[in-house]
Nanobody, 123 residues
């Protein structure tokens, strides 16, 4: 089992920045790709970004590419999502997730999930 705990959400004005963190515990973190997803009220959960265990390969949703940066610290079993130039449409609950697959974008392909952290961007 892998336990994931997100932090860093909050309320920010449009154009501002937030940094989300996801701390993993439990079994070894080794080999897992880590992803960030988000879900706005009344909408389906959508892929935001993902990063591989080694080499640091990444994948981003088109709407966040250039504004968001995913990174990981394997020694601390932590993954981060730096979000800049935030827009009201980025408002959602953000979840981190772990998978042994390589950078999938489909939620069902992730094995472990955190409880989520709320991000609200005001206009």
């Amino acid at each position: 089992q892998v336990q994931l705990v997100e932090s860093g959400g909050g309320l920010v004005q449009a154009g501002g920045s937030l940094r989300l963190s996801c701390a993993a515990s439990g079994r070894t973190f080794s080999g897992y790709s880590m992803g960030w997803f988000r879900q706005a009220p009344g909408k389906e959960r959508e892929f935001v970004a993902a990063i591989t265990w080694s080499v640091g390969g990444t994948r981003y949703q088109d709407s966040v590419r250039g504004r968001f940066t995913i990174s990981r610290d394997n020694a601390k079993s932590t993954v981060h999502l730096q979000m800049n130039s935030l827009k009201p449409e980025d408002t959602a609950v953000y979840y981190c997730a772990a998978t042994l697959r390589i950078l999938p974008q489909i939620p069902s392909l992730y094995d472990y999930w955190g409880q989520g952290t709320q991000v609200t961007v005001s206009s």
